[in-house]
């Protein structure tokens, strides 16, 4: 079957896996290309739980939304938001608060596109391109600066997105700039990709962050110790600390899968 390319943004290079279209086509989605689903189906054969992996990612992703709106946060700054899917940020937030404002930032243009689409007519959310290793062009963007009100509490999120970036382009610099701006009662909240427990599974790790290596985006992988340093001194982590995904303020209510302790989460707290 010929795939029709009518609804690609012009420059995108559709020969080239990309994580966000990888991503899109683990969780079900229809924006990937031959080339993303191959490369899925070679990480899948190194790494069985890849695709558990996702889920428990997103399944973080949707319990952290919820757990921000619970404590009074209604903006959010969704860097690495990736390409719509099942329970989006906006969708989450604004069950809690219709009017819950939330900016979507992607460096991916097809992300971009589709969720400019799908936001049509909602004029609490909104979606920009940006690069997280600027996060000067992000806090600074005009559209970012209209939607938010920097007086008030936000949460930034940044999900599945710092183990695209490298120590060379300063991670904790990174976060704390982005933490800078804002008030008390601000949080941070992130996923990684974290070491398997195992030898085998260390290795398989290893072979899929060797193919991540052909991407634009190459993978890093860190651990819980590297993780909380990226922190530094503008946040406070929050309980459980970093931790596995299932172990993270779990929902009774949630059908949960295995465990995934190579998915690292954490939500911390602007310190006063
Ligand atoms: C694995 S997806 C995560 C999507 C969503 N945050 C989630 O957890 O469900 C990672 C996303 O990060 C984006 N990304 C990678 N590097 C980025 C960067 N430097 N700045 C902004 N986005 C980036 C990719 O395009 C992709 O859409």
Redesign the pocket.
Known sequence: MTESYGWVPEGVDITVP???????YA?GGVHNFAVDREFWHRAEKMFPDARLV?RA??A??GRAVRRLTALGVRQFL??????P?LGNVHEVAQEADPEARVMY????PI?VQQSRSLLVGNPYARVVQ?????PDDILYHPEVLDLFDFSEPMAV?????LH??PDS?GPAAILRRLGEPLVSGSHLVL?HFGPASTPEGREAQEQTRRLYEKT??PLVIRSREQIAALLGDEFELLPPGVAGSAEWHPDPDEAADPPQPTVLVAMARKRA
């Open positions: 990309d994580a966000s279209r990888v991503y899109d969780l996702a990612n997103r973080f992703l969704d860097i690495g938001s990736g390409i899917t930032v992607d460096i991916d992300a940006g690069d997280l290793r600027k999120l940044t999900v599945a997105v695209f970036v382009a996923s634009p985006t």
